[in-house]
């Protein structure tokens, strides 16, 4: 890692590396910013997986009040969610406050022990879920975490340099006397001053504090790294800042991001594939352009809606605001059958009755509903009764046999023809 040259646009102050003029920036969107740095991320069609997540659940116990507390129920955080990561590339997630974005990533950092599931990391399929603390320990080393609020993730009363240099003495992967200079180097890379190992968390600024995190979790030079809303705490331009480093990164570490955000303009910016969450459950997942462009999903379309297009109210023709009506059902009780089905007004008496499979409509589009369409051109009847052997009510038909539908990660080779309705292939 010595020999790694650091990107001279990431290692320039902040406030230099995008050459807006100041009073310029709050009327331009993220995308305008960022871009002045460096294009939208591409993807890698030919990137083996660096991790796969299989019908993974994370459930947190309710627990009753009184002297003898028992449990009374469970919050459905996580509720069987599969997905890969490429290899050097990024995966977004996306989705509302509650949706279980945050619960995903430190399940796959193992914060959390998962309920069920699987998450298999690397060449050799290690099962991320079924391993020890005392197994994991050596492959915490390949999976890192980037945390949002970077005023209350770094310890305020260690230096950088002891922030920093946390990992590599935990790890024992260099002699004690040696950790300072990688320190030093690692502050370069990411664009802060080397001679600034022994200040405290309180003497920078937020992006750089940003910064000092994600020289904490490139320490040990990681495969995977889980940036949870890095940057929702900052403003547009320091924004941009971050995330055209978090490319430089990616590009000279070969790092694979899980970029869990809200802001649906740094997602495409960052991020070539996107999976949209709604309620525990991935409810959309496609290549950047399909789910921009020709979402399927009503879920992702009221999202995609409510992004504020400066460009389009400046000249009109601004598409319309779909309103979702009611509140966001409780994980401890959420509906049956399709989970978005109570604010869904395209909603019939099969969503009530049988849950809508993840099921692959494209060759790198998935999504879980029984009407997908593009917007304004939603089938009036379900699509998937013929798949699951039910009638349009979802009542099981007689003599019709399910057909078996993959709910793995990834992609396979054929998938189901909306407009058709029949089994195709590339």
Same mark, same amino acid.
């Given at each position: 890692?010595?020999? =790694?040259? /650091?990107?001279?646009?990431?290692?320039?102050?902040?406030?230099?590396?995008?050459?807006?003029?100041?009073?310029? =920036?709050?009327?331009?969107?993220?995308?305008?910013?960022? !871009?002045?740095?460096?294009?939208?991320?591409?993807?890698?069609?030919?990137?083996?997986?660096?991790?796969?997540?299989?019908?993974?659940?994370?459930?947190?116990?309710?627990?009753? +009040?009184?002297?003898?507390?028992?449990?009374?129920?469970?919050?459905?955080?996580? &509720?069987?969610?599969?997905?890969?990561? /490429?290899?050097?590339?990024?995966?977004?997630?996306?989705?509302?406050?509650?949706?279980?974005?945050?619960?995903?990533?430190?399940?796959?950092?193992?914060?959390?022990?998962?309920?069920?599931?699987?998450?298999?990391?690397?060449?050799?399929?290690? &099962?991320?879920?079924?391993?020890?603390?005392?197994?994991?320990?050596?492959?915490?080393?390949?999976?890192?975490?980037?945390?949002?609020?970077?005023?209350?993730?770094?310890?305020?009363?260690?230096? $950088?340099?002891? *922030?920093?240099?946390?990992?590599?003495? $935990?790890?024992?992967?260099?002699?004690?006397?040696?950790?300072?200079?990688?320190?030093?180097?690692?502050? !370069?890379?990411?664009?802060?001053?080397?001679?600034?190992?022994?200040?405290?968390?309180?003497?920078?600024?937020?992006?750089?504090?940003?910064?000092?995190? #994600?020289?904490?979790?490139?320490?040990?030079?990681?495969?995977?790294?889980?940036? &949870?809303?890095?940057?929702?705490?900052?403003?547009?331009?320091?924004?941009?800042?971050?995330?055209?480093?978090?490319?430089?990164?990616?590009?000279?570490?070969?790092?694979?991001?899980?970029?869990?955000?809200?802001?649906?303009? *740094?997602?495409?910016?960052?991020?070539?594939?996107?999976?949209?969450?709604?309620?525990?459950?991935?409810?959309?997942?496609?290549?950047?352009?399909? *789910?921009?462009?020709?979402?399927?999903? /009503?879920?992702?379309?009221?999202?995609?809606?409510?992004?504020?297009? =400066?460009?389009?109210?400046? #000249?009109?023709?601004?598409? !319309?605001?779909?309103?979702?009506?009611?509140?966001? /059902?409780?994980?401890?009780?959420?509906?049956?059958?399709?989970?978005?089905?109570?604010?869904? +007004?395209?909603?019939?008496?099969?969503?009530?009755?049988? !849950?809508?499979?993840?099921?692959?409509?494209?060759?790198?589009?998935?999504?879980?509903?029984?009407?997908?369409?593009?917007?304004?051109?939603?089938?009036?009847?379900?699509?998937?009764?013929?798949?699951?052997?039910?009638?349009?009510?979802?009542?099981?038909?007689?003599?019709?046999?399910?057909?078996?539908?993959?709910?793995?990660?990834?992609?396979?080779?054929?998938?189901?023809? $909306?407009?058709?309705?029949?089994?195709?292939?590339?």
């Amino acid at each position: 890692m010595s020999d =790694v040259k /650091p990107d001279q646009s990431a290692a320039q102050p902040e406030g230099e590396l995008v050459s807006t003029p100041a009073e310029d =920036v709050s009327k331009l969107s993220f995308s305008d910013v960022a !871009e002045q740095g460096h294009k939208p991320a591409q993807f890698n069609p030919d990137a083996e997986p660096v991790l796969e997540v299989e019908n993974l659940k994370m459930y947190f116990p309710v627990k009753s +009040s009184g002297v003898v507390r028992r449990t009374i129920g469970h919050v459905q955080a996580v &509720d069987g969610i599969s997905f890969q990561v /490429p290899s050097g590339g990024s995966l977004g997630l996306v989705g509302e406050s509650g949706c279980g974005k945050s619960t995903t990533g430190r399940l796959i950092t193992r914060l959390y022990t998962p309920t069920g599931g699987s998450m298999r990391f690397g060449h050799d399929q290690v &099962d991320l879920a079924a391993m020890s603390n005392r197994e994991l320990k050596p492959l915490r080393r390949n999976v890192q975490m980037i945390f949002q609020d970077p005023y209350t993730s770094l310890n305020p009363r260690h230096t $950088v340099g002891s *922030i920093v240099g946390a990992p590599l003495a $935990v790890h024992k992967v260099m002699p004690k006397n040696k950790i300072l200079g990688r320190v030093q180097e690692i502050l !370069e890379v990411v664009g802060l001053n080397p001679e600034h190992y022994n200040r405290y968390p309180n003497e920078f600024s937020g992006g750089q504090r940003q910064r000092i995190g #994600i020289a904490r979790a490139l320490t040990l030079n990681p495969k995977l790294l889980v940036a &949870d809303e890095p940057v929702s705490a900052l403003d547009v331009s320091i924004q941009a800042q971050v995330i055209n480093l978090l490319q430089d990164i990616q590009r000279e570490f070969d790092v694979a991001f899980l970029f869990i955000a809200h802001d649906l303009a *740094i997602v495409r910016h960052f991020c070539p594939e996107v999976a949209v969450m709604y309620l525990g459950k991935i409810v959309e997942i496609a290549d950047r352009e399909t *789910i921009y462009g020709h979402a399927h999903h /009503p879920y992702t379309q009221a999202l995609l809606s409510a992004v504020p297009d =400066v460009k389009q109210a400046a #000249i009109g023709g601004r598409r !319309e605001r779909i309103r979702l009506e009611g509140d966001v /059902p409780s994980p401890i009780n959420p509906p049956s059958g399709c989970r978005f089905r109570t604010r869904c +007004s395209m909603a019939q008496e099969i969503c009530a009755k049988v !849950e809508p499979p993840l099921l692959q409509i494209g060759k790198r589009h998935k999504v879980a509903c029984h009407f997908p369409g593009e917007l304004g051109a939603h089938p009036q009847t379900p699509v998937t009764a013929g798949l699951l052997g039910v009638d349009r009510q979802g009542s099981p038909e007689p003599g019709q046999t399910p057909t078996p539908v993959d709910l793995g990660p990834g992609f396979a080779k054929t998938w189901f023809d $909306v407009k058709t309705q029949q089994v195709v292939g590339s």
